[in-house]
């Protein structure tokens, strides 16, 4: 067999291995899989007792790139920077090729050198402490120093995109764009993103990039999913028409939407925290019903039902693994579409909530 037919024999089984799509992030030209791996569940449990701890999350990793999977998302807050860590110990564990992945993390969280300390608990009072001013927020010092901090965690010396975690009232807008700008300017950052924050605050901040000639944010990490709507009405419509990217968090509700409603809010992670609904309404549970009635119909699984939704709506959505058997899952979700009639059926018991995820 000569050369050329040895490499092409090596492309076609690349091609057969892959068993995701790639889509553009918005107007960017940035393609992102689909989905996008969560890695706020890679860490430590004594963060969180859900979370994984490395030797779990390591074999998961390997298992998504395989399937082509290769766009991770993670924050410097998980895990006090230990998520990170995890895929940074990944990426060198099982020599994979930097340039084969798209590697996502986030800045404006407070990181703790105590790996159980969950600083986003005790408030605003974390930046009265003489050990945390100045390394949370958006400001120019804080930005950099996190940036620097990931790029040590991720054993890596680029991010391919930055996102800011929340909006941060105490600095102006010019001075964390400015910085955002700088940092893709000296190649540290190749794009950024935003994630949970009101649509005001987001134009607000894409409009001062524009007036000033700086980068603009190309993604938004939101929540949004069948079961939690509410950024329908502005954030979503904002971003699909000004060519933003949408990648949201929880469009599994947590696992409501992966399982039938008997076998849901059993685990640490779906029946908390507090402040996230607990998907207990009416409406809720007859569209959890409706997820199983059509998966059952289709002979799919309710995951890829809820996906085939979500699909449709966004450029990727954001999912967190527990095992092997969810990524297969998940990724058995590429190409499957709904009709206009499943689609409605879906969506027409969905009654208004009050906002969760920014505030």
Not at 48 to 70: F, I, M, Q, R, S
Not at 113 to 125: C, H, I, K, S, Y
Not at 272 to 289: R, V, Y
Request: hydrophobic residues 35%; glycine residues 6%; proline residues 3%.
């Amino acid at each position: 067999m000569s050369s050329v037919e040895e490499a092409l024999k090596r492309f076609n089984t690349s091609v057969e291995e892959t068993k995701v799509e790639y889509r553009r992030l918005g107007k960017s030209g940035l393609r992102v899989s689909v989905p996008i791996l969560g890695a706020m569940s890679f860490g430590t449990s004594n963060w969180l007792n859900w979370v994984k701890d490395e030797d779990k999350a390591l074999p998961l990793l390997k298992h998504a790139y395989d399937v082509g999977l290769n766009t991770w998302d993670t924050a410097n807050s998980y895990s006090n920077g230990i998520s990170e860590k995890v895929i940074g110990n990944a990426i060198k564990k099982y020599k994979i090729p930097r340039h084969k992945l798209v590697i996502l993390t986030k800045c404006y969280g407070y990181v703790s050198e105590d790996p159980a300390f969950r600083t986003v608990n005790v408030g605003p009072q974390i930046a009265k402490s003489k050990d945390y001013v100045n390394q949370g927020g958006l400001s120019r010092k804080a930005i950099f120093q996190a940036v620097n901090n990931s790029l040590a965690r991720l054993q890596t010396d680029y991010i391919d995109l930055l996102q800011i975690h929340r909006f941060d009232q105490n600095t102006p807008i010019e001075e964390t764009i400015e910085a955002l700008h700088d940092l893709v300017k000296s190649g540290k950052v190749h794009y950024i993103g935003a994630s949970s924050m009101w649509t005001y605050q987001f134009a607000l901040m894409q409009f001062a990039a524009e007036k000033n000639g700086w980068t603009k944010f190309v993604s938004m990490q939101n929540h949004y999913s069948l079961l939690y709507r509410e950024e329908e009405r502005e954030m979503n419509r904002y971003c699909n028409e000004t060519g933003v990217g949408l990648i949201p968090w929880a469009p599994l509700a947590r696992g409501w939407l992966a399982r039938p409603l008997e076998e849901s809010g059993k685990t640490d992670r779906s029946s908390g925290p507090q402040n996230f609904a607990n998907w207990s309404t009416e409406a809720d549970k007859e569209t959890i019903k409706r997820v199983q009635e059509l998966a059952q119909k289709k002979g799919w699984t309710m995951t890829q039902v809820t996906l085939a939704w979500t699909n449709a709506k966004v450029a990727s959505p954001i999912i967190g693994f527990s095992s092997l058997e969810r990524i297969d899952d998940a990724v058995a979700a590429t190409g499957k579409t709904l009709t206009e009639e499943e689609t409605k059926y879906l969506e027409e018991l969905y009654e208004p909530k009050s906002i969760q995820g920014h505030i």
